[in-house]
């Protein structure tokens, strides 16, 4: 009977940390096309990407519009993404009957011919029906009064680092 026991731990052991290492892999997934969309200016795919908190506040179709126009703004002012690189997908963890994960990253952007370098990151909710990871910027979730609001309670545990802004010559 022990044996039994301990075959049946390392078993379940084993897959839940393959379970674990799969979404990781879906959240990384996930996050380098929010990234792609972001250089591509691809409102629809952001879109897909946005936690439903968000969208369903705000609903869809303004939320495309508004997404649109920080774009045509960011046009209109030469501010241009250069790139946006995902670094790395933190430890996922299950807060809240979700599995939740930090994804950072680093944008790097041109301001006119200034160039920023934005080191910040992206809080990853899983949504299991569906099996796609929603985002939102982990920054807001500390200090907007607008986010916090659509997420009211919310802890957790995985640590969000502040934004930092590097000014490149």
């Known amino acids: 009977m022990k044996n039994y026991l301990i075959i049946f731990l390392l078993v379940s052991g084993s897959v839940f940390s393959q379970n674990m290492n799969e979404l990781k892999k879906s959240a990384l997934r996930d996050a380098k096309a929010t990234s792609e969309a972001s250089i591509k200016k691809d409102a629809v795919t ?4 946005t936690h439903p908190n968000i969208s369903e506040k705000f609903g869809k179709r303004q939320l495309k519009a508004t997404i ?3 774009f ?15 670094n790395e997908v933190t430890e996922v963890k ?18 006119n011919g200034r160039f920023i370098t934005l080191k910040s990151s992206l809080f ?8 796609q990871w929603y985002f939102v910027e982990s920054n ?25 802004h590097i000014a490149e010559n």
């Open 46 to 49: 952001l879109l897909n990407y």
């Open 68 to 70: 649109e126009d920080v």
């Open 72 to 86: 045509r703004t960011m046009q209109a002012q030469k501010i241009k993404i250069v790139s946006s690189e995902v």
């Open 94 to 111: 299950k807060e809240d009957k979700e599995y939740r994960c930090l994804v950072k990253n680093t944008i790097k952007m041109d301001f």
């Open 124 to 131: 990853g909710f899983y949504d299991k029906k569906i099996q």
């Open 140 to 164: 807001k979730l500390l200090d907007d009064p607008d986010t916090k609001a659509l997420f009211p309670n919310f802890k957790t545990e995985i640590e969000i680092p502040l934004d930092e």
